[in-house]
């Protein structure tokens, strides 16, 4: 299909169109990178209206359970959801879970929401290589807020939060252990922090909860000045607190675009996204180097046998690369 058409369709919200683009992004061919391109080109004046948000906890915290109360929530206000839900991928298989509609059932049936899950393949942090690119392509298509689920582990959450507007951070009632073993860098990059499953028996745990993650906050240094981080509780399996935390997400975008912070964030971002593309591309280019290739077993078995040194071995291999 023609790019000028595939991004008309787009355009238009037709499902399988969007399907398309999104495969063509996500397609590690070098056939597809200029198609790829130019969609996104062609796509980009319609993009960037959505508001972008990232959503991370440990596994088990009810992440999946949350979107979907919080995605038929956003539905029944009129809103256009899409998920991009990155799943772990596994280093020995390369294989992929990709349950996500599975664990969206209901949400998944809804026609204002479009799910996509995306293997995270071997990227820093777990975060698919082209869920940038998957985001623009739904606001392209009319999708008004765009949640991106992470994976949960490592440094995942650094590198979603370096791509949305806001990012959510779920946690358990109980803090406790909990919070003794919250890393100091993800709770840095939380623009709010919610307890789920703050129900029944779980209420009071949650409530104190609440107060020693507030008291953690007040020791770190804020984000922004013109936004302090709140501590919200919800029951998502009972949609208890689930447009609460919808309006404390407009109350931010209201105020940091008010403020410019938004849109000096994006700018930023953009930037970053240019350099890590930059980075991708120039370590291709040198793994497919012919020079480099007929070096690089050699070197690596000297590395590891401790025959040089791994810095002598890294400017071999670059000289040879300025020599092709």
Excluded at 176 to 200: C, P, R, T, W
Excluded at 224 to 244: D, F, K
């Amino acid at each position: 299909m023609p790019i000028k058409d595939l991004a008309a369709g787009v355009r238009t919200g037709n499902i399988r169109s969007l399907a398309k683009a999104i495969t063509l992004v996500e397609s590690r061919s070098p056939d597809h990178s200029l198609a790829a391109t130019t969609l996104l080109d062609e796509l980009l004046p319609d993009s960037g209206k959505a508001i972008r948000v990232g959503i991370s906890g440990v596994p088990g915290v009810g992440k999946s359970t949350f979107i979907e109360a919080f995605g038929l929530y956003l539905i029944s206000r009129g809103h256009k959801v899409a998920v991009l839900a990155v799943d772990p991928t596994s280093q020995l298989s390369g294989g992929s879970i990709l349950g996500d509609k599975t664990r969206m059932e209901e949400l998944s049936r809804e026609k204002a929401a479009f799910i996509r899950p995306s293997p995270s393949g071997d990227t820093l942090g777990g975060v698919a290589r082209k869920t940038r690119e998957t985001m623009l392509i739904c606001e392209a298509a009319g999708y008004d807020v765009v949640l991106v689920e992470t994976v949960g582990v490592g440094q995942s959450e650094i590198t979603v939060a370096s791509m949305v507007d806001f990012f959510l951070l779920l946690q358990l009632p109980g803090a406790g252990d909990e919070l003794q073993g919250i890393k100091k860098g993800v709770m840095e990059i939380a623009d709010a922090i919610l307890i789920n499953k703050a129900d029944g028996d779980n209420r009071s745990r949650a409530e104190l909860a609440s107060q020693q993650y507030v008291n953690a906050l007040h020791i770190l240094q804020p984000k922004s000045l013109n936004w302090q981080v709140p501590v919200l509780l919800c029951s998502a399996l009972r949609n208890q607190g689930i447009a609460e935390a919808w309006t404390m997400i407009e109350t931010f975008r209201d105020t940091m675009a008010k403020t410019g912070e938004l849109q000096g964030k994006r700018r930023s971002q953009n930037n970053d996204w240019m350099w890590a593309l930059l980075m991708d591309g120039l370590k291709e280019m040198f793994m497919g180097d012919k020079n480099v290739a007929g070096l690089l077993p050699g070197v690596q078995q000297a590395v590891a046998e401790e025959v040089t040194t791994p810095s002598a071995a890294a400017r071999r291999l670059l000289e040879a690369f300025k020599r092709s």
